[in-house]
């Protein structure tokens, strides 16, 4: 039960540091956006790049933020019914409905690799500016993103099979992670 502990917790260490990581992107994406701004409005010479530049910054911010938004369960979740069941009900449900999210996850993951690996072995090139950067940078971190999630949805569904089979998480609170939802 301790290596498990260790490890659910190792994962929410991770999904908290690349999230913390992650989220400096923004002001990345704000200096990219106000020197395009100045360049075209005050200097009248737009960027090629600015564009394509920020899209793919948006993007990976968005796919990698996604680890840590999970890791705090804050997607959407419809819980008509769910808030109506007990702490070890809830975490029955959650085994059953986490067990096939990392079962789509992980054939996600698996497409996701081919996807990008395709993409290096090509040379993928973008076609939308003059500018033309690689493709293969960006489209690498679509399963590096899905392989962070997918480590994460792993560690919940640690969390809620000893929750519903009434398995002491004493030892996992101990050491700093939630067993609460």
């Not at 704000?30 to 395009?36: D, G, H, K, S």
């Not at 109506?84 to 996701?112: N, Y």
């Not at 033309?132 to 993103?145: H, N």
Request: glycine content about 4%; some cysteine.
């Amino acid at each position: 039960m301790l290596s498990v502990c260790h490890l659910v917790s190792w994962v929410d260490r991770l999904s908290e540091t690349v999230g913390k990581a992650i989220s400096w992107m923004c002001l990345a994406i704000i200096a990219v956006m106000l020197y395009e701004i100045a360049a075209r409005y005050f200097f009248n010479s737009p960027t090629s790049w600015a564009h394509e530049v920020t899209t793919m910054l948006y993007g990976t911010f968005c796919i990698i933020a996604g680890t840590y938004t999970h890791r705090y369960q804050g997607h959407v979740r419809s819980e008509a019914l769910y808030h109506l069941f007990s702490r070890r009900g809830k975490a029955i449900v959650d085994t059953l409905t986490g067990s096939l999210v990392l079962f789509v996850l992980i054939v996600f993951f698996v497409a996701s690799v081919d996807f990008a690996w395709d993409s290096w072995q090509r040379n993928e090139m973008s076609s939308r500016s003059t500018w033309a950067p690689p493709l293969y940078p960006f489209k690498t971190v679509l399963p590096v993103a899905v392989g962070l999630i997918t480590l994460q949805s792993a560690a919940h569904l640690l969390r809620d099979i000893c929750v519903a089979f009434n398995v002491s998480c004493d030892a996992c609170a101990d050491r700093g992670v939630e067993t609460e939802h």
